[in-house]
């Protein structure tokens, strides 16, 4: 059973198309949250949703754009790709937004763009 | 400013001790993680330290020290597949976890 699932794991497009991530998580958890990690292996938050509400949404371009439809879908939408959008992208969700509610991954997108 | 400093990289023999240090400056603290990622996989929890002191799991220890913003992560009896990266990960007054770029740990036999 996959707790949290990414679609899709491998994602090679060209500058300037816009790409969708999807997320899901089967874990009945409140919270969900898109993680950008680059080639120096930083882990970025980028956005987190707690019941279908935006609570996270740090400074990234609003190319970017994150659609929870329901409380255990968090799908990002990134329109005009640029070459340093080219990263690993972690969803992770949560039992609550407390600091105590471990954060589970899924398993990363790997996004490269040309 | 938020800062977490960590070793780039540490090789460690099969069977041996590695201890993986971690000093950190955040804006207001609520606890410190410590994740395993491997290669091409998404970060794993390994352990979590509010308070002063060392947590035991196994063979996978963490230690605190809010006063000196210092964490370490102890591993024992080392086997091949603790071949990783390892993350501290650090919160601030918001409860959001801020991460360091880890420490790739090679593992020789």
């Known amino acids: 059973d996959t707790a949290v699932s990414q679609t899709p794991k491998y994602l090679v497009t060209q500058m300037g198309n816009d790409k969708s991530i999807k997320c899901e998580q089967n874990l009945g958890h409140d919270t969900m949250y898109w993680y950008k990690q680059d080639s120096k292996k930083f882990l970025k938050i980028m956005f987190s949703y707690n019941n279908k509400e935006l609570i996270i949404n740090e400074t990234v371009p609003n190319r970017f754009s994150p659609k929870s439809p329901d409380k255990a879908h968090l799908n990002l939408h990134i329109n005009s790709l640029e070459l340093g959008d080219s990263a690993v992208y972690f969803c992770a969700s949560s039992p609550g937004r407390d600091l105590l509610f471990l954060q589970y991954f899924g398993p990363g997108t790997r996004l490269t763009v040309t | 400013g938020q800062n977490i400093d960590q070793p780039t990289e540490m090789t460690a023999t099969e069977g041996a001790i590695v201890q993986i240090n971690c000093t950190y400056q955040t804006s207001g603290f609520n606890g410190l993680f410590w994740y395993q990622q491997h290669a091409g996989e998404a970060p794993t929890f390994l352990s979590y330290n509010v308070l002063d002191g060392l947590e035991e799991k196994g063979r996978f220890s963490s230690f605190l020290s809010r006063s000196k913003g210092y964490s370490y992560l102890l591993l024992k009896e080392l086997q091949m597949k603790d071949s990783a990266s390892y993350l501290c990960?650090?919160?601030?007054?918001?409860?959001?976890?801020?991460w360091g770029a880890g420490t790739k740990l090679i593992i020789k036999p």
């Open positions: 990960a650090p919160t601030d007054s918001n409860y959001q976890l801020i």
